[in-house]
């Protein structure tokens, strides 16, 4: 056992790739004389291996739709707008690590999923990693009809649209996910959001999503501050 | 735990799971191999020299340290190019890489009873505790993404966690299947 509950979740945050900057420094330090912790350490690296192996915890991203598209062709002189947008795309369309793992980890564990919708969620999004989006999407669109409070139904078929370049429908599914979602789920949802309305050159709107995700002051704070800043200029000098 | 003699294969197959998310976290998919082969290198060659590692759990704190120290320099300088087994001293590098070895005497290495083992202790906690263990470490899940994958309180995912591995532990300290 930790010598407390805060040390006990640096651990597991630290087994995860999560814990960062001087507090990596800090737990090591510490477990050079504390022995509870050491053995908890232990403990997270023996059970860090029973999950699914690190290849699929993390796997190659799919190219990022978003990122692929020419984006937000505002009305500025052709060389400062492309500069301008591939700070804009480039600079942030990645979320932060952590949850970019979640992302990419988009099979749900079968031992949380369990009949109903679940199980036909989990068909969808393992077809997403295989590749296959247009069934993805198909089916992922026929649960969210089904019930339009189905969140994750929503937000990952929102991805798959994007994976096709249905910009216009990802704009629809990623919005039905804002609305139907809370938490981490919503801050992703606005996220893909934001990048979708720049990539179909709807800046006010792009803007509009990233001063809600700001507003949430969540994981994604920093990331959707930095395109905003980079957006702003273009916006000011657009007649949109 | 244990000082004297340390069990290379035994070691890195303990921690290269973590060792590769912390990479992973710490810099980038890419460079993660790459960093967590320099830091077992850099643990090997320092067990070469004198004073040796006094246990184990020093020799995993240098490993990390190295870990953690190699990404950040990467980061400050991304042209770095990652050290190869053929620039390492012969004398200190393996006949291959620590993680082959590793995975080539993991059938019969301790790791690998430990593991089984552990394996046996997590199927016998109850389904809430087992799933919330396997979501947090062996996913690497925030507590908060558990949360929202599973719809479970966020205290009630901590004490599920905490009440696990305490049973975890006191079956392994009467069974001795996670030795130190």
Known sequence: ?240 | MESGHIDWDSFFARYRAMALRCATGWSDRASADDLVQEAAQAVLERARREPPFDSEGHARNYFFRTLHNRAAERLRRPGRRSLSLDEVDDSVAPTSSPWQAASAAEDESLASVRQSALEELIDQLRPAQRDAIRLRYGEGLTLREISERTGTPLSTLGERIQAGLKKIRGKAGMTGVTPN
């Open chain 1, 1 to 240: 056992m930790a010598c407390n509950h805060q040390r006990s979740e640096q651990i597991a945050d630290f087994s995860a790739g999560h814990l960062r900057g001087d507090l990596v420094d800090n737990l090591l330090d510490h477990l050079d004389g504390c022995e509870p912790c050491s053995q908890e350490f232990d403990l997270a690296a023996d059970l860090a291996t029973l999950g699914a192996p690190v290849a699929e915890l993390r796997p190659v991203a799919t190219p990022d739709p978003v990122r692929r598209r020419p984006l937000l062709r505002m009305v500025l002189p052709a060389a400062a707008a492309a500069a301008l947008l591939l700070t804009i795309v480039g600079r942030g369309s990645d979320p932060p690590v952590s949850s970019l793992a979640s992302l990419e980890a988009l099979h749900y564990p079968t031992s949380v999923l369990r009949g109903g919708d679940d199980d036909l969620r989990r068909a969808a999004m393992e077809r997403y990693q295989a590749g296959d989006f247009e069934r993805a999407a198909a089916e992922l669109g026929a649960l969210a009809q089904e019930n339009d409070q189905d969140a994750l139904a929503h937000f990952y078929g929102g991805l798959a649209l994007l994976q096709l370049d249905r910009m216009t429908d990802a704009q629809t599914a990623l919005t039905a996910a804002v609305a139907a979602s809370e938490g981490l789920l919503r801050e992703r949802a606005l996220w893909y959001l934001a990048n979708t309305e720049l990539a179909l050159e709807q800046g006010q709107r792009a803007q509009t999503t990233l001063e809600r995700l700001i507003g949430l002051d969540g994981e994604y704070v920093l990331d959707a501050r930095a395109k905003l800043d980079a957006l702003r200029p273009l916006l000011d000098d657009s007649p949109e």
